[in-house]
């Protein structure tokens, strides 16, 4: 008779006897043969038992009784023996391993199993049983509330290796075995235990850290000697080297290098060699100028006026620009892509401009109007508006009123200050 898991026999009796599945409706679905089936059904007929008994059966008298199993040899004896020692010595989550529960057992039985020997039926007795034994051959160090802060931080980062380690180490923390948690991370147990070996020699943050690789000598020297021959070249100007730019660009950077040194260099290597040289493409920025030749020292009083600056005290730049004409002019809108906006060149103005504005230098924030004049009464209403918008900052002054400074700047476009500096003067009277 073909030898089966028990599972299967219970299996055959439950179909046939309950279901009334035919022998070959139950061969096919457990996989296996008629007669097979029709062994092991007969054997439980013969028996006289009820399925709820054979259920309950412990597994030594079902070997007994379905596979013939004689209990009259020694060995079988030893079986039985170390099968009923097994529950006093085993204890579940132990951190005991084969050796000492082996050990454990010599002293119980009168003949004791080998240790090989012992360790196959020990083996078998668990997985019947559902248990398994959990060795810490690498414990893990106790973790402080900092730790386990940094833990978290690193579990709900965006990286994958840094979750991966993070969630290793805590779970690992809360007494999980290692193998499981490195089938659930899917890293293998060696790189899970090395991970362990970090944070117990040198700590938890050195187990977040990048590390770098380490590079021969002889490479180091050749990359050295490349980032020098790069940086030479872009000292100089391109049109020496027959490229018609007033500025360098890495495609044109790789040729010259390609022609100098006979080696090719590929742009993306040139750009890696200069940020770590700390070479960055900048655009140039435009600077205030004036042919006035006291520019320096003006432009020095104003930065100092805004480092004297009070926080009950405001410091403006008043300007107007205009007057500027009302027309349909260029920029971005959304259309189709086969439809064209236009504009057209020449057009009748619908009218004109003028843009009042006083700049608070300190906090970059700008009041403005439009107008339809440039005259004094608009400087008056800007100033009222400045009033009414600033004035808590001008009761809180020690006078109590509006003073200010004014900078005359050459070389700009001319205004009617002159035109207008006896009314000025009045106001402040």
Known sequence: MKHISRKKVERII???????????????????????VLDYYHKFLLLNLKYSDLI????????????????????NKRRIEAYQVFPEIFKENSSK???????????????PYEHTQFCYHINEWLKQNNYSITHNSLPLKELTTQDLRILKKYK?????????????????????SKAKVAKNIGVSLKTLKKWVRTVNDEGIE???????????KEIKDKIRLKKNRIIEILHQPPHLFG??????????????????????????????????EGYVFKKARKVLTSTDPKFREKLAEISKILLNLQPNEKFFSVDEYGPFAI????????????ELSTYPQLQTSKGS???????????????????????????????????KKYKKFIFQSRTGTLRYRRVVWTGYRKTSHRKYADARQDRRD
């Open 206 to 216: 050195e187990l977040f850290k990048r590390k770098q690789k380490k590079i021969n």
């Open 353 to 387: 401009l003028i843009l009042t504005a006083a700049l608070e230098l300190s906090t970059n924030q700008m009041t403005y109007f439009y107008s339809d004049k440039k005259n004094t009464d608009e400087m008056i209403k800007l100033m009222y508006i400045l009033l």
């Open 327 to 338: 027309k349909i002019r260029g920029g971005r809108t959304y259309t189709l892509k086969d």
């Open 156 to 176: 709900k980062s965006k990286s994958k290796n840094s979750w991966r380690k993070a969630k290793a180490i805590i779970d690992i923390y809360q007494g999980k």
């Open 243 to 276: 490229i018609n730019r007033t500025s360098w660009s890495q495609s044109s950077i790789s040729e010259v290098y390609e022609k100098e040194y006979n080696e090719k260099m590929s742009t993306t290597s040139i750009s890696k060699y200069l940020k770590e």
């Open 14 to 36: 439950e179909y046939s006897y309950f279901k009334n599945l035919s022998c070959r409706e139950a061969a096919k679905l457990l996989k296996i043969s008629k007669t097979t």
């Open 97 to 111: 391993t084969h050796f000492d529960y082996w050990e454990e057992y010599k002293k119980l039985v009168k003949k």
């Open 56 to 75: 309950v059966l412990p597994n030594i008298v079902f070997d007994e009784i379905f596979y013939k199993v004689p209990l009259k040899n020694n060995t």
